[in-house]
């Protein structure tokens, strides 16, 4: 990215959760390739699943300075200085993507050598598809994982009359590592967990006791329950029934570990990948992994499964415990931006190239699809959740608006955010189980 003047430009990465937070901070390592010491600066946007320092730590993605900070706090440090950064990355979920991009067009008026915005997903958008699309709409980028992908985002924005100029094939900027070769000794089989799928406490059940029987059954494997976050901390997703909690009521063989960790580490030493749909499955796939989706839940969009339709690699704990591995099928790997035959290394360069024909130019004023004219009964309570106004502009009366927060202030949004999630792991499901007798 070439420098616009004397002083050392920088790139901005805002982000809610851990992963959003690996995805905008090596997206941005991504787009910037050629210049790798370019200073990043990481924003966290306080709420519900605002990493922890182990989550950060855990993800192994540094930045130069690390802040947390409201939605207005983080526009206002962008008003104040918008020649500051050369790339913005909304690594957010899609409504505060939208509530940031009006804040955004608010805080740049008239200015026109404003940062590139840049947007997109964490991994398989396999829900929401046209809302989350339409919510990310008027960055100036919006990444699409994959070719598959690229064609349902331009199919989207053109389907409701909107500038679909934006969209940008890439890849999943995690995706690397050692192709797969020779079985481990022992021989590892890794089930990735996920927070919210399945979301029930029977069917979590159902998994671990799988699991179990695997491990038992296979005495010589090394077996792997791979876990997101300890109790008590979020991910992008709510997990209110956490596979530990579960696990001290079951005996577990000796050779099933719980671990935590990098995923690419643990998928250093993986000779077959579980899961029910993790983003996982995409980083297996590309380093030739065998990868197996289950199908003993059914094959259902509420599961996120049903994406991994045609992938041969949708398989039940039956048929993996008899020996069965996927045979992954190469069209669909390729359509699906894996990128397991060898051209990952240019799968950022129409990202890359977009990104700098758009700093050599004046940018345009930001436009999203949604506006007080074409969703007026919806805008203005995605911005109101951010204390924004239908014009992007802060609430009379919002959080920090007008100042730095105070000491105490920040200790007592970390005791609200502990409460917050003591309620929902603790409180939520007792009082769920009280409703059921």
Known sequence: MPARNEKTPRVAVLADSDTRWKWGALTAARLRSDQPSLPLDGFLLRGRATPT??????????ADRLSEVTAVEFLRAMERSPEKYDVVVLALVGGAVQAVL????????????????????????????????????????VLANSAYDADRFRAVYEGVGADAGSVTECALPFLGGAPYGTAHDPYTVVFAAQPSVPDTPADRTYLLERLVRHATAHPGREVLLKLRSKPGEHTTHIEETPYQKLAQRLALPPNLKLVYGNMGEVLDRTDLLVTVSSTAALEALHRRI??????????????????????????????????????????????QGVAAD???????????????????????????????????????????????????????????ADREPSAVRQIVRRAARGAYRHGVQRVAPVIRRMGEL
């Open 102 to 141: 009006h804040g955004l067009a608010h805080a740049w008026r008239g200015v026109t050598r404003r940062p590139v915005v840049v947007t997109g997903y964490v991994g398989v958008v396999y829900e929401k598809l046209t809302d989350g699309l339409l919510l990310r709409h008027g960055a100036d980028v």
């Open 342 to 400: 060898g051209t990952y290394g240019q799968a950022f360069d129409r990202a890359r190239a977009r990104v700098d024909a758009l700093l050599a130019a004046d940018r345009p004023p930001i436009e999203p699809y949604y506006s007080t004219v074409t969703a007026p009964g919806y805008l203005p309570r995605i911005l109101a959740r951010h204390h924004l106004a239908p014009d992007g502009s802060p609430l009379p009366g919002a959080p920090a």
């Open 53 to 62: 320092p182990r989550q950060l730590t855990e993800v192994g993605v540094r």
């Open 290 to 335: 065998p990868t197996a989706l289950l199908t003993d839940l059914g094959v259902r969009e509420a599961l996120g499964n049903h994406h991994f339709t045609g992938s041969g690699c949708l398989l039940s704990w039956d048929r993996l415990d008899a020996g069965e591995l996927p045979a992954p099928d190469a069209a669909w790997v390729a359509r």
